[in-house]
């Protein structure tokens, strides 16, 4: 009866060891993903602008040409 009692308490120690950088890894995936979201949203906003920005200069130069 030792035996089975120590062997699950080895197995709830091993999950419960195991559960701690699972949580760990989970904030950190949360903590990236709000940097990659933030990140991509900064792009779209510049790649917006170099389109305005490409547009201007497309119309300027047309008056330039002769």
């Known amino acids: ?15 419960a060891v195991l559960a701690v950088p699972a949580v760990r890894v989970f904030t950190e995936v949360r903590r990236l993903s709000g940097q990659v979201a933030t990140a ?10 170099l389109e ?12 330039v040409r002769p």
């Open 1 to 15: 009866m030792l035996w089975p009692m120590f062997a699950i308490a080895l197995g709830f120690l091993g999950i």
């Open 40 to 49: 991509s949203r900064r792009i779209a906003e510049a790649s917006e602008d």
């Open 52 to 63: 305005r920005a490409s547009a201007d200069l497309a119309r300027a130069g047309r008056g």
